[in-house]
């Protein structure tokens, strides 16, 4: 059986998230790496360098939404 495979789409920044977010870019890596709640989803690419898929990041931001 041969999965298909899908082209991988570009990871984004932390300045990209910040951006997409209106937020700055200390908040973004202090929600991406634990320090504050709540958690954005985010992949660890090394000591320092962190990426998101933009899918999860937006996925991520619906779960936040308020209903009334």
């Known amino acids: 059986m041969q999965l298909e495979s899908q082209p991988m789409q570009q990871l984004m920044t932390v300045k990209d998230v ?6 700055s870019t200390a ?11 709540p958690t ?4 660890k690419m ?4 962190v990426r998101f898929s933009r899918p999860a ?12």
């Open 18 to 23: 910040a951006v997409l977010l209106n937020m």
């Open 27 to 37: 908040w973004v890596r202090q929600h991406s790496d634990g320090q504050r709640q």
């Open 40 to 43: 954005i989803p985010s992949l």
């Open 46 to 49: 090394g000591a320092k360098s």
């Open 57 to 68: 990041v937006e996925e991520w931001v619906k779960t936040l939404e308020r209903t009334q």
